[in-house]
């Protein structure tokens, strides 16, 4: 099993609809969780960090994470086609932050 | 504030050729990171440093090199390049060791013919 998945395919929204997201991981030591997006040629950029069970609300982004179930997902509200991007789920713990393959968001006006 | 600074940009290596990807942050970052993004298979670690003068192997490590110079550089080398390691590479740095924000480069995309 790899250690951080990202099963969906990608993700077509219409504009002002909720976007979902969601990835799961093997270690269960593992203590902190972010949501990165990465726009078609550039660098990935933090959009939200959660470390507790629960839900973390950011703007329009909310993070909810279970440690039981070992998942982390993120809500995109009210999309807007500037969301359209690959967003990167990554889990930190044991010295070291690996990361899924991603998922794509097409925001469609 | 530059943040994370990759050089260069753009290269294209004949195979056997050799060169050096260098990285710089100016955040006091103790731990860095370098990457390879390919399609389909999301980032991948290469070699990380926890703090100056430590390295470590990631995932995929066969075929590079690492030299953490002082805290604000970590460069990663290429021996003798190989089609395979055609892809993206990128730098990033945390103030912890996976458990805080890392910061990103802006990426070398690399290609080997």
Known sequence: QKEVEQNSGPLSVPEGAIASLNCTYSDRGSQSFFWYRQYSGKSPELIMFIYSNGDKEDGRFTAQLNKASQYVSLLIRDSQPSDSATYLCAVGGNNRLAFGKGNQVVVIP | ?113
């Open chain 2, 1 to 113: 504030n530059a943040g994370v600074t990759q050089t260069p940009k753009f290269q294209v290596l004949k195979t056997g050729q050799s060169m050096t990807l260098q990285c710089a942050q100016d955040m006091n970052h103790n731990s860095m990171y370098w990457y390879r993004q390919d399609p389909g298979m999301g980032l991948r670690l290469i070699y990380y440093s926890a703090s100056e003068g430590t390295t470590d192997k990631g995932e995929v490590p066969n075929g590079y090199n690492v030299s953490r110079l002082n805290k604000r550089e970590f460069s990663l080398r290429l021996e003798s390049a190989a089609p395979s390691q055609t892809s993206v590479y990128f730098c990033a740095s945390s103030s912890g060791l996976g458990n805080t924000e890392a910061f990103f480069g802006q990426g070398t995309r690399l290609t080997v013919v």
